[in-house]
Each structure stands twice: as structure tokens, then as C-alpha cells.
């Protein structure tokens, strides 16, 4: 048996990733995590729902949350390609995720150290430990080629 450590969460998050990317979608996903199982599943699809909140980390959560019946997720780990925003930071903090592991880093949204931490705000009520740079090349080279294909595509249009 393969054993089950945060590359191997954050690969299955890049398969979600993969799925946002082939739908036109920012590629980020992410998995929940419960006990060693992928409890919730998401990837980005704000532009296909028509939602500013889909993003990989709330349809995640939410699908853990209907799965375990319960909005309030303690003890899971979240692992998302891409380091969460202020949004989904506040999300990830009100269904108490004890652990939260992101791939690559955002210089430009970034709220768990890259533009600020709000997973380090002493004001908060709820802290989630915090892993960054899993897969971190991986991660970033999948929304760096994505993006280099909207841009090529743009000059050919």
C-alpha cells in the first residue's frame, strides 16, 4: 500500500486542477482530508457557476461539509495547489480545518504569507496550521502554462 503523505494529497489536488484547466477554469483544485480519506473535493469554477465563491477550497469544503453533515470540519486537512485567498482563508478558518497545505504561492492574493496572514491574525478565533511549497514547482507551472496559452491565445484572436 502506497502511503498517504501530504505529495499524495496535493497530486490529487492537481488532478482537480487539471479538471478546472480542461473547463476553462483557472486550474486549482483541492481535496479535504479526514482520517487518511479525501472527504471533499473541488476545483475552480467561478466562470462556469457564475460564482465569485467557487473557487477550489469552498467547493471542497462544501462537499466535505455535505458529506459529513456538518458545516464545521475540525481535525480535516485542506490541501489546494494555489496559497488560498482572504475568502477562502476566512471559509477554511469558520469550518475550523486544523491543517491547511497549499502548493504554490500567491504574490498577488495570497493571505496565508503571501500579501498578508491571516491564518497568523492573534485576533482570529480559529488558527489553522499551515504548510506551503508542496509541489510547489508543479503546482505553479500548471497556472503558469495556463496562462501563457490565454495570453497566446489572445494575440492569435
Known amino acids: 500500500m502506497r502511503p498517504m503523505n501530504d505529495e ?15 473547463a476553462g477554469e483557472v486550474p486549482v483544485g483541492a481535496v479535504v482530508v479526514q482520517g487518511g480519506a479525501i472527504v471533499g473535493r473541488g476545483f475552480n469554477a467561478p466562470i462556469s457557476r457564475h460564482d465569485p465563491s467557487a473557487h477550489a477550497e469552498m467547493m471542497a469544503l462544501r462537499d466535505a461539509a455535505q458529506r459529513l453533515g456538518n458545516y464545521r470540519l475540525p481535525g480535516v486537512s485542506l490541501y489546494v495547489t494555489l496559497e488560498p485567498c482572504a475568502m477562502c482563508a476566512g471559509a477554511i478558518m469558520h469550518a475550523r480545518v486544523a491543517r491547511m497545505v497549499f502548493g504554490a504561492a500567491d504574490l498577488k492574493t495570497g493571505a496565508a504569507g ?18 506551503g511549497g508542496v509541489l510547489a514547482a508543479e503546482c505553479g507551472m500548471m497556472l503558469s502554462d495556463f496562462f501563457a496559452e490565454r495570453r ?6
Open 8 to 22: 499524495f494529497y496535493m497530486r490529487e489536488a492537481l488532478l482537480l486542477a487539471r479538471q478546472a484547466r480542461d
Open 114 to 131: 503571501s500579501v498578508l496572514d491571516l491564518f497568523a491574525e492573534t485576533r482570529l478565533n480559529h488558527h489553522a496550521s499551515v504548510t
Open 152 to 157: 497566446q491565445a489572445a494575440k492569435q484572436a
